[in-house]
């Protein structure tokens, strides 16, 4: 009887403790809610710099869609020193005297393969060429030929190893100033998938166009843009729904903020059907109609895209087998008695022909076009068969001798807008990305929350008794891995895929890569804080640890640490490796640190040749920081409610698990000097792998 009183009474105390604990939970949740509730409102009201502008703002802007897809865009001309000059009076299309013209004489580019053997593998052999403003040029050529190789040199997308001349206006090419009045591209779109149309042109014109323009200003020239490339009823569209043609157009829109006067596209037809195809190019011919120089690789067009290019440049094996006019090509193959079929495409006659399955003419071509420097086929030729064709003499061109091209740093003032500006841009960019990303962030809290109720329920109030000291002990460690693996896994999978995103807008001078991430580092922090807070809070209090401020405090700080350094290693693997090799690659790097953490195998057992693993750990010092605020600090002797309790008195229990002479201020100091070294480190790689993703395309 007295049994069963004392069990009531046991069952009363704890459904009593436990409500007034969930009580107290709900209201700390609720508060804390509120006040995220009151900053998320604050976030979407706040509209800095009109990333987020509104339809309403927009209505009356660009209601005109320009005819036929016209080109009707803001020039915003450049200064002496590279600078935007927002008071020039607005035109449609540049002069004579901007045009801009590329040629380039003797360029060859090798690359090394192989492991042990090294070999070199030449992709350009001397090759030469003239494109002109105001023509739209097609590179052309099966795959592998060295076409995207000769637009990468072209556009200064790859330097190392390069030999020969590139020439701007019969100038040698100053490859910081002509980045400035350039862009690329790239084959694959790629674009912030959680930003709509509208937002993802405010950040550009944001970043590439000189802060002090108004509000207004900027957003009449995102509508025009927009309304050019048809995009204009599409401005609210997040950009994973558009489709492969808005897409690109997009692509083509977000460049078009500065106006270049030089723009490269590799394979912009790629993965567009016929229709959205011959819109894209039709695009293109309309921008080089304003006399631009548009420059784009394509491989296969039909008859009718074909039509669209002014002028066509033939590679082949690195060298250069014809350059002229579209009309030319025909009467060009027939000179060597290639005849293309009735009603066949000529550009697939013309991959035929370069494959040799009309016999060997690579050479012959080849010295047909002297390698590029032939002009004789330039211009517009007409065919008939009773006048034949008419004589071309062929300009006179002098050559000149091959130069070693070197990599030009980026100098200061290089971007259109301060660091400070950049990095609130970015900023506003990635809290805005972070706070639709639902696996990244709802999902995170939303895990981090169920864990720990799970947790808390299971080893619910080990924190008061004596006799619980040791379970207490492992629910410690299984928080300090569960934190550890969920923040090193969030970055390892999501960072990578930012990196030709982070490619192509540093490429093309959107922003400096130190103002990227930094916005990267602080956008991310206080999510993955808010996260390890959740869990830390409540199974602290479901597991009735000590209630006292300081160990609540000491604790959750721990917490904090432990999951930031995880995160940190995490963006560290992520900038090294692929998602792939990052969860293969990840886990076995964070394996020693568990293992050396102190919990498996004490400091003291272990072999004097490995103790240094130990103070490497930094799992190890979270470990014991999170033990110490619990255990620590002359905490006196716990209730046992067994006939006996080893570890009634915490030090001794610390004692045993070599934590006796352990310092929290020492696991502080080595966990904060590790998430500072680690992310400088992780920016340093992210330098080299950006400019390493430069030389790997061919």
């Given at each position: 009887m007295q049994k069963t009183v004392a069990i009531n009474s046991r069952l009363c105390a704890f459904h009593d403790h436990f409500q007034s604990t969930i009580l107290t939970f709900l209201s700390c949740y609720c508060t804390c809610s509120l006040r995220c509730l009151g900053l998320v409102v604050y976030y979407y009201c706040w509209d800095m710099d009109g990333i987020r502008s509104s339809p309403v703002r927009l209505k009356n802007i660009g209601k005109k869609r320009p005819d036929s897809l016209k080109i009707d865009l803001l020039k915003v001309p450049t200064t002496e020193n590279?600078?935007?000059?927002?008071?020039?009076?607005p035109t449609e299309s540049y002069s004579s005297e901007d045009s801009v013209n590329v040629t380039f004489r003797n360029i060859s580019y090798s690359v090394s393969e192989g492991f042990f053997k090294k070999e070199k593998k030449h992709l350009l052999n001397n090759i030469n060429g003239d494109f002109h403003s105001a023509e739209l040029t097609?590179?052309?050529g099966p795959s592998g030929a060295g076409k995207s190789t000769l637009m990468d040199i072209l556009a200064g997308y790859i330097t190392h190893g390069v030999t020969g001349q590139i020439n701007?206006?019969?100038?040698?090419?100053?490859?910081?100033?002509?980045?400035?009045?350039?862009?690329?591209?790239?084959?694959?779109?790629?674009?912030?998938?959680?930003?709509?149309?509208?937002?993802?042109?405010?950040?550009?014109?944001?970043?590439?166009?000189?802060s002090d323009l108004s509000l207004s200003e900027k957003a009449k020239k995102v509508m025009e843009i927009l309304e050019s490339v048809d995009l204009g009823s599409d401005r609210e569209t997040k950009t994973f729904e558009l489709s492969g043609g808005q897409k690109k157009r997009l692509s083509i829109a977000l460049e078009l903020v500065t106006n270049p006067q030089v723009m490269f596209f590799d394979e912009p037809t790629s993965g567009l059907d016929i229709v959205a195809s011959k819109q894209c190019i039709t695009l293109l011919k309309e921008l080089a109609s304003l006399n631009r120089t548009v420059i784009c690789t394509i491989h296969q067009p039909s008859a009718s895209i074909l039509d669209l290019f002014h002028h066509v440049y033939v590679v082949a094996n690195g060298s250069c087998m014809y350059q002229g006019s579209v009309n030319a090509l025909l009467p060009y193959l027939s000179e060597v008695h290639l005849t293309c079929p009735t009603f066949h495409n000529p550009s697939d006659f013309l991959l035929e022909v370069i494959s040799g399955d009309h016999g060997d003419y690579s050479q012959i071509l080849i010295q047909k076009s002297k390698n590029g420097l032939s002009q004789r086929w330039r211009s517009e030729i007409p065919y008939s068969a009773k006048n034949g064709l008419r004589e071309i003499y062929q300009t006179?061109?002098?050559?000149?001798?091959?130069?070693?091209?070197?990599?030009?740093?980026?100098?200061?003032?290089?971007?259109?807008?301060?660091?400070?500006?950049?990095?609130?841009?970015?900023?506003?960019?990635?809290?805005?990305?972070?706070?639709?990303?639902?696996?990244?962030?709802?999902?995170?809290?939303?895990?981090?929350?169920?864990?720990?109720?799970?947790i808390g329920i299971l080893y619910y109030g080990i924190g008061s008794e004596a006799g619980d000291m040791y379970d207490n002990f492992k629910f410690m460690f299984f928080s300090a891995m569960f934190l550890m693996l969920t923040s090193f896994n969030c970055v390892t999978t999501t960072f990578p895929s930012e990196l030709p995103i982070i490619t192509r807008e540093y490429f093309n001078k959107w922003y400096s890569l130190k103002s990227y991430y930094l916005a990267l580092t602080f956008a991310d922090i206080p999510v993955q804080i808010c996260a390890t807070l959740l869990y830390g809070s409540v199974t602290y209090f479901l597991t009735k640890q000590p209630v006292e401020s300081f160990r609540i405090v000491s604790f959750l700080f721990m917490c904090v640490l432990i999951s930031l350094v995880a995160q940190s290693f995490g963006l560290f693997i992520g900038a090294c490796m692929d998602v792939k090799n990052g969860v293969i690659f990840g886990p076995f790097c964070m394996l020693p640190f568990t293992i050396f953490s102190g919990f498996f195998v004490q400091l003291n057992a272990c072999h004097p040749s490995m103790r240094w693993l130990f103070h490497i750990s930094f799992l190890k010092y979270g470990f014991e920081g999170m033990v110490l605020s619990v255990f620590g600090y002359d905490r006196p002797k716990l209730p046992c409610n067994s006939e006996y309790c080893h570890y009634s008195r915490p030090e001794k229990f610390l004692s045993n698990m070599d934590m006796a002479k352990s310092t929290y201020s020492l696991a502080v100091i080595f966990l904060g000097g590790l998430i500072v070294a680690i992310r400088i480190s992780a920016y340093f790689v992210l330098r080299v792998q950006v400019r390493r993703s430069r030389g790997k395309r061919r």
């Open positions: 590279g600078t935007s000059d927002k008071c020039a009076t097609a590179i052309m701007i206006n019969d100038k040698v090419r100053d490859l910081s100033a002509f980045r400035k009045q350039a862009c690329y591209i790239m084959q694959d779109d790629n674009l912030q998938p959680l930003l709509t149309v509208n937002e993802a042109m405010m950040v550009a014109v944001n970043l590439k166009l000189p006179p061109v002098v050559t000149q001798p091959p130069v070693q091209l070197t990599c030009i740093k980026d100098t200061p003032n290089t971007y259109s807008t301060s660091f400070g500006h950049q990095l609130l841009v970015l900023l506003k960019r990635t809290f805005l990305v972070i706070s639709r990303d639902k696996t990244l962030t709802y999902n995170r809290l939303l895990t981090h929350f169920c864990i720990a109720i799970f």
